[in-house]
């Protein structure tokens, strides 16, 4: 049976994201993906980034949310709070990264994700030194339907 596999990962394309590049000490985007943070500070201690997409059927296999933040992250879906992280250094954070299972939070047509980053001390700005950046990945699994 052949998966049917919706991607939505952040990239240039999400409301106020600027790609920037990952430092080794992150979990690697895949290709397609890159790190982010806010366009509108480029350079502030924290940013918030969004993206609207489609969910084609509510007929959802399974739907997980993949997070590598530098340094946490708070995420909403359609409003809803997914992810409330307290202020932390936490290396798992960025490196593998972390996954939730979202399928509760999203709807038939249009979703929307909002992801605000901050970066550790919360008054630090993004630097060489002190770099900052958001990776999530949605992905989608529907089930199969044969008509």
């Known amino acids: 049976?052949?998966?049917?596999?919706?991607?939505?990962?952040?990239?240039?394309s999400w409301v106020?994201?600027?790609?920037?590049?990952p430092i080794p000490a992150w979990a690697q985007p895949k290709e397609g993906e890159a790190y982010v943070w806010?366009?509108?500070?480029?350079?502030?201690?924290?940013?918030?980034?969004?993206?609207?997409?489609?969910?084609?059927?509510k007929h959802i296999e399974k739907a997980t949310l993949f997070l590598a933040v530098d340094n946490y992250a708070i995420v909403l879906i359609n409003g809803v709070p997914v992810v409330i992280d307290p202020p932390q250094d936490t290396l798992a954070f960025y490196n593998p990264g972390r996954t939730f299972h979202i399928?509760?939070?999203?709807?038939?047509?249009?979703?929307?994700?909002?992801?605000?980053?901050?970066?550790?001390?919360?008054?630090?700005?993004?630097?060489?030194?002190?770099?900052?950046?958001?990776?999530?990945?949605?992905?989608?699994?529907?089930?199969?339907?044969?008509?």
């Open 16 to 21: 106020n994201a600027l790609e920037n590049e």
């Open 38 to 57: 806010g366009a509108s500070d480029p350079l502030g201690p924290a940013a918030v980034v969004a993206k609207t997409f489609t969910v084609h059927s």
């Open 103 to 147: 399928e509760p939070f999203l709807q038939r047509g249009e979703n929307n994700i909002v992801i605000a980053g901050f970066n550790s001390p919360s008054n630090a700005n993004r630097s060489v030194g002190n770099p900052a950046g958001i990776l999530a990945r949605i992905e989608i699994d529907y089930k199969h339907h044969h008509h």
């Open 1 to 12: 049976m052949k998966k049917n596999t919706q991607i939505i990962s952040t990239d240039g």
